[in-house]
C-alpha cells in the first residue's frame, strides 16, 4: 500500500539547508497497523506528510496504492489525499463554528456525495464512534475524547483504505486515550492500513510494529 525508497527532504533554511530525512526506506502492507516512533527533529512528521502527501520528496520514490506520486499533478494530489487517505491529528482540526455532523460531512462535499448519501453516511459514523446523540453540538461544548471521536469520524468521511495518525492521542488523558485506541484496532480489524506517529510507548504497543527514527534514517 505504501512504499518509500530513499526518501531524502532537504529544506532550505537561508543560505543553509535542513536535511529532514536521509534516505527512508519503508514498505506497508495493506491492512498492516504501524507506529512510527522517535525524537523531536527525527523527521517523523515530514515523513506523514510525505505520506499523506502533503509534501513531496527531494529525492527518491513514494508509492502510493502502487502508483508514484512525483508524477501526479496539484488535482491528482487532492484527489489521493481526499479518497485513500484519511488524517487524524494530536489538535484534532475541528472547525469550531460548524457542528459534529457538519465537521463530518465536509469531506463528502468536496467529493461530491448527494445530500441522502452524506447524511446517511454520518449518521452512520456517529454511530460508529459512538456520538449519535451529539452530533449538533460544536467542538468547545465537547470533551478531548469526544473531539477527537469525531475527528476520526470525519478521517472515515470518504471510505479511505489508509488512516494517517498523527499524535491521535496527545492532548487526551490515559482513559480518553485508550478509548481512541480501540477505536484504531477496530479500523485495523476491518481491514484498514493505519499509519500512526506517536511518543508514547504504551499506544505505540497497539500496532503491529514500530519503525524508529533518528536524525533522518530508520534506525530500527
Avoid at 465537521?103 to 452524506?118: C, H, T, V, Y
Avoid at 454520518?122 to 459512538?130: D, R
Wanted: hydrophobic share 40%.
Amino acid at each position: 500500500m505504501i512504499t518509500c525508497r530513499a526518501i531524502t527532504k532537504v529544506f532550505a533554511m537561508g543560505t543553509a539547508k535542513l536535511e529532514a530525512l536521509r534516505g527512508v526506506d519503508i514498505a506497508i502492507e495493506a491492512g498492516e497497523f504501524i507506529s512510527i516512533m522517535g525524537p523531536s527533529g527525527s523527521g517523523k512528521s515530514t515523513l506523514m506528510n510525505i505520506i499523506g502527501c502533503l509534501d513531496t520528496p527531494t529525492a527518491g520514490t513514494y508509492l502510493l496504492d502502487g502508483r508514484e506520486v512525483a508524477g501526479m499533478t496539484f488535482d491528482q494530489l487532492a484527489e489521493a489525499r481526499n479518497r485513500k487517505i484519511g488524517f487524524v491529528f494530536q489538535n484534532f482540526n475541528l472547525l469550531p463554528y460548524a457542528s459534529a455532523y457538519e465537521n463530518i460531512e465536509l469531506p463528502m462535499l468536496f467529493n461530491g456525495k448527494s445530500a441522502r448519501q452524506r447524511r446517511q453516511r454520518v449518521e452512520e459514523l456517529l454511530a460508529q464512534v459512538g456520538l449519535a446523540d451529539w452530533r449538533r453540538h460544536r467542538p468547545s461544548e465537547l470533551s478531548g475524547g469526544q473531539q477527537q471521536r469525531i475527528a476520526i469520524a470525519r478521517a472515515l468521511a470518504n471510505d479511505p483504505p489508509v488512516i494517517l495518525a498523527d499524535e491521535p492521542t496527545g492532548n487526551l488523558d490515559s482513559a480518553s486515550g485508550e478509548e481512541i485506541m480501540a477505536l484504531f484496532n477496530g479500523l485495523w480489524r476491518q481491514g484498514r492500513t493505519l499509519v500512526m506517529v506517536t511518543h508514547d510507548p504504551k499506544i505505540a504497543a497497539h500496532s503491529q510494529r514500530t519503525v524508529k527514527l533518528l536524525d533522518g534514517r530508520v534506525v530500527a
